[in-house]
């Protein structure tokens, strides 16, 4: 018998394989103290997943020795990404989106899309001209929330890159293609002049757009509409999760065969009276007016908090099989995903970070990756005086040996996407895998002592990438990961 003591932190290794013989894997007691687990006989079968035998092969991952994980063979169930677009504060295109980043640049400016002056916060990752000409209709462009319009941009440009134009789609099985969009807060600027329309002026004077231009599914439906996908089609909306949240479950869409291709990720547009004023209430914000480039400091000792962003990600998620029969454009493969729940705090993370170690050790078994495999993680690293600690301390719990992993945030230079976020940094991920350079986590001047990761700081670094994740956590508890690498056929 072979006996692990577990704390109260305690995460071990899971596979549904290893329950049937008698292993308990991947069991997480974080809620309560168990002071021994019982393991039945281990023996040197490949699908055991835990051997104390020499003479197996195996790999080190966090209190056990683990036989190597397998990862997904079958090509309709691997998932490789085909296509990006985003509408971001560095514009529309993906290259100067990434050389902005390698450069160092920060996105954060003065507000100046409404009369901030009375505001604490006079600031944001507020995004400038910009133009949906060629993808939106001018009726529409004007009728439309920037959320939708910065998700049919982003989309329809995605669909272009993966070679799926509307005259490709229009030869295709559009039942099999899917849209999955969410948005953490929707047409929040629908919703704000519908009530300011009703208090003013009465409810007559409600926009009848003021319902449909509201609600969080319509960037899917809408892009669906103009496309003609015909696939599964809703949003998620899990805060500043949100767009993990979607890629994950797109690509279990495909996995479940319910689907050939899925379009997905997160879009947002709240730098708004009340989105900025609503963080401002939460006490979310860096109030650093006087130099507001310098206010996202992800993991350095004096940063106050985040700073609003936003904008749009879209990834095109394809089987393999399909990928490969329409000839496609791999540019890179989703290996897996997690999504979990602190159960602990509506706005706080946990202190100990044991939802967030447990959704990275679920989404690495997800992917079949080991731990000692990950050598690069985009972190959520909002500036946020807890949230940046708790991810690090949930990163050191899994990854045992960081000395050459390498952590960066892009948000020091977009701000905050909230429900977008996860849409701008799968790309910045994608990019990474792509180039071998990883973009810097700027204004990186006095490095808490408890990040001992490399954090790319000030200047970007080659780094081949072997296998990268990129983690979201949202308002609520919300924590997602996702894991990609370099497509290998």
């Not at 919703?191 to 599914?217: D, M």
């Amino acid at each position: 018998m072979a006996t692990f003591a577990s704390a109260s932190s305690c995460v071990l290794i899971n596979s549904k394989e290893s329950q049937r013989n008698g292993v308990s894997l991947f069991q997480y007691n974080g809620l309560r103290p168990v002071e021994s687990m019982q393991f039945g006989a281990i023996s040197c079968d490949p699908k055991v997943s835990i051997s104390t035998s020499a003479k197996c092969g195996r790999i080190k991952a966090m209190a056990s020795t683990v036989s190597a994980p397998k990862r997904e063979e079958d090509p309709k169930k691997r998932i490789v990404i085909t296509g990006m677009g985003l509408v971001s504060v560095f514009g529309n295109d993906i290259d100067a989106f990434y050389n902005k980043l390698l450069e160092g640049v920060s996105g954060i400016s003065q507000i100046d899309r409404f009369d901030a002056s009375e505001f604490s916060v006079r600031f944001a990752g507020q995004i400038r001209n910009f133009s949906s000409k060629g993808y939106i209709d001018g009726k529409n462009d004007r009728r439309l929330d920037d959320c939708w319009r910065y998700c049919l941009v982003s989309g329809k440009r995605a669909l272009e890159d993966a070679n799926l134009g509307q005259e490709v789609l229009e030869t295709m099985d559009r039942t099999r293609i899917g849209v999955l969009v969410g948005s953490g807060m929707g047409g929040i600027t629908a919703f704000s002049n519908g009530v300011e329309a009703l208090i003013q002026k009465g409810y007559k004077k409600i926009t009848p757009f003021f319902i449909p231009y509201s609600i969080t599914n319509m960037g899917s439906a809408l892009l669906a509409i103009d496309t003609g996908l015909m696939g599964p089609n809703y949003s998620i909306s899990t805060a500043c999760a949100t767009a993990n949240y979607c890629f994950y479950a797109a690509a279990n869409h495909i996995r479940r065969g319910e689907a050939d291709i899925m379009v997905a990720g997160g879009t947002e547009a709240a730098v708004i009276p009340t989105g900025v004023g609503g963080f401002i209430a939460c006490r979310a914000l860096s109030q650093r007016n006087d130099e507001p480039e310098r206010a996202s400091r992800p993991w350095d000792k004096h940063r106050d908090g985040f700073v609003i962003g936003e904008g749009s990600g879209v990834l095109v998620m394809e089987s393999l099989e399909h990928a490969m029969k329409r000839g496609a454009n791999i540019i890179a493969e989703y290996l897996g995903g997690a999504v979990t729940c602190d159960a602990h705090h509506m706005t706080d993370p946990r202190s100990d970070g044991l939802g967030v170690s447990s959704c990275i050790i679920k989404s690495l078994e997800d992917a079949g990756v080991a731990p000692e495999e990950v050598n690069y993680v985009n972190a959520h690293a909002t500036s946020t005086l807890a949230g940046d600690l708790a991810e690090v301390n949930a990163i050191k719990k899994v990854f045992k040996n960081t000395s050459e992993m390498k952590m960066n945030g892009t948000k020091s230079m977009t701000g905050h996407g909230l429900g977008a976020a996860g849409g701008l940094e799968a790309i910045a991920t994608i990019k990474a895998i792509n180039t071998g350079w990883l973009h810097p986590t700027i204004n990186q001047y006095n490095l808490e002592p408890e990040v001992t990761i490399d954090t790319v700081p000030n200047v970007k670094k080659q780094h081949e990438v072997n296998v990268g994740i990129s983690n979201s956590f949202g308002f609520g508890g919300h924590n997602s990961v996702v894991v990609f690498a370099p497509f290998k056929p």
